[in-house]
């Protein structure tokens, strides 16, 4: 078990930036996969991006050259840096865990509004 918890939502304007955090509970080093996904009103979750220790990561094609995850195993955090934003970008931003054995591990969400 792990409890992953986000911060770093907000209203920005179009255009603008934000940095998600996600914290976890413990060590996130066993995780083969640490990421990001969101969504928004009346749409189903979807994958923003994705890290696994050693590869490189993968991105929504919406997201691409905009969006960068990093992962931090000595302090158990991921991060989403957020450029360039859109207002189709507006949506609740959850962090997730995958273990080896594919379970899936979520926070609780974080709600990005890009708005003017």
């Known amino acids: 078990q792990v409890q992953l918890v986000e911060s770093g939502g907000g209203l920005v304007e179009p255009g603008g930036s934000l940095r998600l955090s996600c914290a976890a509970s413990?060590?996130?080093?066993?995780?083969?996969?640490m990421g990001w996904y969101r969504q928004a009103p009346g749409e189903q979750r979807d994958l923003v991006a994705r890290i696994r220790a050693s590869d490189s990561p993968n991105y929504a094609d919406s997201v691409k050259g905009r969006f960068t995850i990093s992962r931090d195993n000595d302090k158990n955090t991921v991060a989403l840096q957020m450029n360039s934003l859109k207002p189709e970008d507006t949506a609740v931003y959850y962090c997730?865990?995958?273990?080896?054995?594919?379970?899936?591990?979520w926070g609780k969400g974080t709600l990005v509004t890009v708005s003017s």
């Open positions: 997730n865990a995958e273990d080896t054995f594919g379970r899936p591990y």
């Open positions: 413990r060590t996130i080093y066993s995780f083969k996969y």
